[in-house]
């Protein structure tokens, strides 16, 4: 699977390069988050903004992601919603449990505003 792993200070954005994220690629993606929990990782932002398209595999990556830093008392945030991911977020509900940002800069700019709390 393609996709580019920022390591910063406090957190790792994930970017997906790939148009799909799929039963194809979101093992991957799975294994690759499991990895960063075993590091400590504790706040992640998963940026889909090139995604077209997800599937119900692709759906279990972004819990997958979610639960690992709920785990961790830390903060997970999907970004870049295309439209027919957006909707499938939406059918399935899951606008209500997850934090979802336009894009990386309100998503970082709400991880420092949690982080003063």
Request: proline share 2%; hydrophobic share 40%.
């Amino acid at each position: 699977m393609e996709f580019e792993i920022t390591k910063k200070e406090d957190h790792v954005v994930i970017k997906i390069l790939s148009k799909k994220l799929d039963t194809n690629n979101a093992p991957e993606l799975k294994s690759e988050l499991v990895v960063l929990g075993n590091d400590d990782v504790k706040n992640i932002i998963l940026d889909v903004s090139q995604c077209s398209y997800v599937d119900s595999s692709g759906l279990s990556a972004i819990l997958v992601a979610n639960r690992l830093c709920e785990d961790s008392i830390g903060t997970f945030i999907l970004c870049g919603l295309q439209p027919d991911v957006e909707h499938l977020i939406r059918i399935s509900m899951l606008h209500t449990v997850l934090l979802i940002t336009k894009n990386v800069d309100e998503a970082e700019k709400l991880l420092v505003e949690k982080g003063n709390l």
